[in-house]
């Protein structure tokens, strides 16, 4: 089934985002946040699945996209991301990736995530990232 | 001059996007079978012998336009794949160059890398099973910790 990607934009079409993307993100019905990254050869690794590095580049993307609008549009840095690898990847559907944020402090943002293509879970994700500028 | 760790005499190495390569003192360009390490490289590796006896692998990339972030850091996806290629080696050489797959791996951010930066990993095997492979590696730069990554991959097949 084809995506709908009307309304999506890319999150900051430059430097490694626009090397490695377009990341385009949405929102969906219920008002979530939805990344999709279209596939190409060279997101691959030698074995012709979605290379490792790139599956976390997409949580880390979208984790982040999360963050940053928890914590009100500020800054924000990953101290941690722990990643577990359920499945691999094929090149034959996008990538697609959802978050949702577990607990915001003043100077914290915790937020866990998955990396999908359709309905097949390819990488779960959690991470703690820091509010730039929040104090200690 | 010592030869790459990264050698696979059944395959090509891929090209690089990046003309003019500069390899770091010490190092040698490592041989990239994977697209996208090859997309985001040249990384270069060198070995050298530790306190205990035993032979450090070293990996290296220089943080470039392509490796940026909206905040004008290396981007943790770039340092993610990165680890992701030096611990992947770690294993791979371990264990007689069988595939193995990444099956988890936690990475914990200290400090930026930033344009221009020589970003050098220090991977090392902490155990080694039939089946499972225990690998975690340390990021410098100008000698500084920035980053450190565990990882635990399985060996396909077993």
């Given at each position: 089934?084809?995506?709908?990607?009307?309304?999506?934009?890319?999150?900051?079409?430059?430097?490694?985002?626009?090397?490695?993307?377009?990341?385009?993100?949405?929102?969906?019905?219920?008002?979530?946040?939805?990344?999709?990254?279209?596939?190409?050869?060279?997101?691959?690794?030698?074995?012709?699945?979605?290379?490792?590095?790139?599956?976390?580049?997409?949580?880390?993307?979208?984790?982040?996209?999360?963050?940053?609008?928890?914590?009100?549009?500020?800054?924000?840095?990953?101290?941690?991301?722990?990643?577990?690898?359920?499945?691999?990847?094929?090149?034959?559907?996008?990538?697609?990736?959802?978050?949702?944020?577990?607990?915001?402090?003043?100077?914290?943002?915790?937020?866990?995530?998955?990396?999908?293509?359709?309905?097949?879970?390819?990488?779960?994700?959690t991470g703690i990232w820091k509010i730039l500028g929040a104090g200690k | 001059m010592t030869e790459s760790i990264n050698q696979n005499p059944d395959a090509t190495p891929l090209p690089s996007p990046v003309q003019d390569i500069v390899v770091p003192d010490g190092y040698v360009e490592t041989p990239l079978w994977d697209p996208f390490e090859a997309f985001l490289g040249p990384i270069f590796d060198k070995q050298t012998p530790s306190k205990e006896g035993a032979t450090e692998l070293w990996m290296a990339f220089r943080a470039d336009a392509r490796h940026i972030n909206a905040g004008g850091v290396v981007h943790g996806g770039m340092l993610m794949t990165f680890a992701d290629a030096c611990l992947g080696s770690v294993a791979w050489n371990a264990n007689n160059r069988a595939p193995c797959v990444t099956v988890s791996m936690q990475t914990n951010f200290m400090a930026p890398a930033r344009l221009g930066d020589l970003v050098e990993a220090r991977a090392q095997m902490r155990r080694e099973t039939r089946s499972v492979l225990f690998v975690g590696g340390e990021f410098f730069v100008d000698g500084k910790l920035i980053m450190t990554a565990q990882s635990v991959w399985k060996v396909l097949g077993r």
């Open positions: 089934m084809a995506l709908d990607l009307s309304g999506y934009t890319p999150i900051w079409d430059q430097g490694f985002n626009a090397y490695v993307g377009p990341f385009l993100y949405g929102t969906r019905a219920d008002g979530s946040g939805h990344l999709v990254l279209e596939l190409r050869e060279e997101h691959m690794n030698g074995g012709g699945m979605v290379h490792g590095g790139l599956l976390m580049t997409v949580a880390d993307v979208m984790l982040g996209k999360a963050v940053n609008e928890a914590a009100d549009g500020a800054a924000c840095s990953t101290m941690t991301l722990n990643t577990d690898f359920l499945a691999a990847g094929k090149g034959d559907a996008p990538l697609e990736a959802t978050a949702e944020i577990t607990r915001r402090t003043r100077s914290m943002v915790f937020v866990t995530g998955k990396v999908f293509q359709e309905d097949k879970i390819l990488l779960t994700a | -």
